[in-house]
Every structure is written in C-alpha cells, then in structure tokens.
T-cell receptor, first 118, second 115 residues
C-alpha cells in the first residue's frame, strides 16, 4: 500500500516550452502532496506543498507563475514548468501523504521525473 | 550554518564491515528525524525513523542525541546491496505540524560496499 507514481519518468524538451508532470497516489487518498527538486549532488529541496482543492504554498525563492501546481483531486497533483530553460533541468520528485493507514503522517515518494531542457 | 549537515563521503568499505554515518542539525526545535536511502537516479525511500531512545532494525541502528543535535546511523555486516546514498532528514513541524511538516534533507552520505 501507499504507492505514488509519476509521469513521465523522463522528458527532454526545447527551451521555451512547457512541461507537465503528473503525480498520482495509487491506493490512498493524498490530502497533501509535496513537490521537490534535486540538482546533481545536491539535497532535495521542497518547492511547494499542495492540499487538495486549495492553492499551493510555495517555498521562498520558487516562482509560482513559473511552476504551476494543481491538486484537483485526492489522487492527482500536477506540476507544470512553464517556459522551461536549461537551468530548470533537474530531478523533480513528488511525495504524498494521507489521513489514514500507512499514508498517515508519512510522506511516500514518487519515482521522480528527470527533466532536461535543451 | 546549514540546517542538516552530513559528511558526503564516499565511504568505501568491504563486505561485512561496520560503518557509521553522522548528521547534525541546526534547529533545536526539530521534532522528527529519519534516515532515507536514495539509489542513483531514484527517489528516496524511508529506511527508518530515529527515536530518542535509539532504535534498531536488523543490521541498522539509529540514534539521536538531542543535546548535541546529532543523529547517527550504524550499519553492521555491510552487504553489496547497501551501496547507496543515505539521507539524514529532519522535520521541523512547520506549518503542517507533526510528522507531516517540512522534510529537511541533508545532501546525503554516499556508501560503496565492495566485494
């Protein structure tokens, strides 16, 4: 139980395009989803937190207009990187936590999406 | 001072060796502590929680020293499959409270177990 999937697992795009990454909780209702970013040899950094049905809360230094987050249902959150640039190339990982069972008070991570912007 | 600091390693050890990792954290109000394991180009996976009384899970022992703001992970009888990066994670409670608060990750300590 408590499985989180991400799609796509990797994506290569041209500079200036937008990329959407999906994060799904497969067997539990994710009341809260987190989006992280990890650059090579760096630690995971929290970008934003989203609760189902409400606006995401962004960490300091993360542009909300560039990284659009939608958490429209209890099993799906999306992160859209708008007008991507090479410096946005990174490993994007989501995590989800729920209100019951194994997902209670524990963040379960998706497998990550590796974004390369040319 | 960084919120969570770890020796990046790498620690290169032979199979069967005992290896210890240390981690320090800066926020004395931190509430929860974890060790995660991250394989190359993969997501982090929870290895174990860290309690004030210390806890053991098979070959893995984690300890917390709140006074020194220090966390440790001991791996006994290392296996080749233990090769990974070990992430020290601290939860400060933050705006969500409890263990759903912000996870603050260290950069990780890389372990390489050789035959």
């Amino acid at each position: 139980g408590a499985v989180v999937s991400q799609h796509p697992s990797w994506v290569i795009c041209k500079s200036g395009t937008s990329v959407k990454i999906e994060c799904r909780s497969l067997d539990f209702q994710a009341t809260t989803m987190f989006w992280y970013r990890q650059f090579p040899k760096q630690s995971l950094m929290l970008m934003a937190t989203s609760n189902e049905g409400s606006k995401a809360t962004y960490e300091q230094g993360v542009e909300k207009d560039k990284f659009l987050i939608n958490h429209a249902s209890l099993t799906l959150s999306t992160l859209t990187v708008t007008s991507a640039h090479p410096e946005d190339s990174s490993f994007y990982i989501c995590s989800a936590t729920g209100t019951s069972g194994r997902a209670l008070d524990t963040q379960y991570f998706g497998p990550g999406t590796r974004l390369t912007v040319l | 001072r960084k919120e969570v600091e770890q020796d990046p390693g790498p620690f290169n050890v032979p199979e069967g060796a005992t290896v210890a990792f240390n981690c320090t954290y800066s926020n004395s109000a931190s509430q929860s502590f974890f060790w995660y394991r991250q394989d190359c180009r993969k997501e982090p996976k929870l290895l174990m929680s860290v309690y004030s009384s210390g806890n053991e899970d098979g070959r893995f022992t984690a300890q917390l020293n709140r006074a020194s703001q220090y966390i440790s992970l001991l791996i006994r009888d290392s296996k080749l499959s233990d090769s990974a990066t070990y992430l020290c994670v601290v939860v400060n409670g933050g705006r969500y409270g409890g263990s759903q608060g912000n996870l603050i990750f260290g950069k990780g300590t890389k372990l390489s177990v050789k035959p």
